[in-house]
């Protein structure tokens, strides 16, 4: 039996709004530590090891991952292309069926409602795979008051990720040597208790991993304890995902560096965006304008000397060197490889630019702390 977490300390008391995914019974029985909520479900945040010995881990070896809260919106029916081409400024026109796509969705103002996965099932058959944000109900409004021909819910999908060097050695011991073949951001098809399960080369790290899509929650404690007996000889360990490495990879987090003040623009996802858009999507005016207009901040990295930091829990403001405010850090981290802390953040042009010296405002420094911009991923 799965033993009880104590997460009084936390502030987080469950109850039937905080969804369990398959695989919380198993994160409890092997010593998870704490929980954030993403789509109203249970994330994993913190196991035995420190985050700085997990993410030497998970640079060596292997680790499991209960990331079910990343929720599927599935999308079906004879419209079902030409309604997730209307969500995307991202052309769609050359995916193929077993492709996975980043894209921006935005709003009526050119705002990030969400910056999901696509997986194309057939032309008729999508999954929007989430960040945390109420996508299925947005999907629901522009389906329904616009009269697409889709039918959209959430179906009973939980991924499962599997992440480090050692993710492919181990999955294709329980799955076959096809696994190796899998491309980055491709998915197939595994078989698991005489049901059909989707594989995607993929994963919220930049190690080489893999997201399994399980399909039947029934089914999510036998698939985990049958990675983790095969996982054993691989040093396997359960994880979540490491800020150090997020942060490192320039991956960026709805809610934090994501929502709906920022527009893909200002956020990397301008390669999705091009400025002779054929298609027709939500936000495509107000889109346009911002590209005629230009972008006033983007997403930087940030790096800086301090002892180091403590955790980024509200945004920490950005100075120009004459104590200008020209953004903000928005997650922050020391890195035991960079040997310095480093973060990511909204930064004002022209201040964004590669090499700019940066003034920091952090609790409990006694004075503003120097720092750089960087590009990203940190080198």
Not at 200 to 228: M, P
Not at 250 to 261: A, F, M, P, R, V
Not at 345 to 356: C, H, M
Request: charged share 25%; proline share 6%; hydrophobic share 40%.
């Amino acid at each position: 039996m799965a033993k009880e977490v104590n997460l009084k300390q936390d502030g987080l008391n469950f109850s039937r709004r905080l969804r369990r995914t398959p695989f919380t019974s198993s994160v409890e029985k092997y010593g998870v530590k704490g929980f954030s909520v993403v789509n109203h479900a249970l994330l994993p945040k913190a196991f035995s090891r420190s985050i700085e010995e997990d993410y030497w881990h998970l640079r060596s070896a292997v680790q499991i991952w209960d990331v079910g809260v990343q929720r599927q919106v599935e999308i079906m029916g004879p419209d079902a292309s030409k309604f997730v081409q209307y969500m995307t400024p991202r052309s769609l026109e050359k995916m193929k069926v077993g492709n996975c796509y980043y894209i921006p969705l935005i709003d009526e103002n050119g705002g990030m409602v969400n910056d999901p996965v696509l997986l194309k099932h057939s032309e008729t058959h999508y999954w929007l795979s989430i960040a945390d944000s109420d996508v299925l109900l947005w999907a629901k409004g522009l389906a329904v008051g616009l009269k697409f021909n889709v039918s959209i819910k959430e179906p009973d999908v939980w991924p499962l990720a599997i992440q480090g060097p050692l993710a492919k050695d181990l999955l294709s011991e329980v799955f076959g040597d096809f696994i190796n073949d899998i491309k980055f951001f491709k998915f197939s098809k595994i078989q698991f208790e005489g049901s059909t399960q989707i594989i995607a080369r993929s994963g919220y790290s930049k190690q080489d991993g893999f997201e399994i899509y399980l399909q039947g929650f029934d089914l999510g404690e036998r698939l985990w304890e049958l990675l983790w007996k095969k996982g054993e000889k691989y040093n396997i360990a359960p994880g979540c995902p490491n800020l150090i490495d997020r942060i490192e990879a320039g991956l960026l987090s709805y809610g934090n560096e994501i929502t709906l003040d920022t527009s893909p623009l200002e956020v990397g996802m301008e390669k999705f965006c091009n400025p002779d858009f054929l298609h027709d999507f939500v936000g495509k005016t107000a889109l346009r304008k911002l590209q005629e207009k230009g972008v006033t901040r983007k997403i930087k990295g940030i790096i800086f000397d301090i002892p180091p930091c403590p955790p980024c829990t509200q945004p920490w403001s950005i100075y120009s060197e004459n104590k200008i405010k020209m953004g903000q850090i928005t997650s922050a981290v020391f890195s035991p490889r960079i040997k310095k802390n480093i973060g990511l953040g909204l930064v004002d042009e022209p201040l964004w630019k590669n090499g700019s010296t940066v003034l920091i405002e952090i609790p409990m420094a006694k004075s503003l702390v120097k720092g750089m911009v960087s590009n990203l991923p940190f080198q």
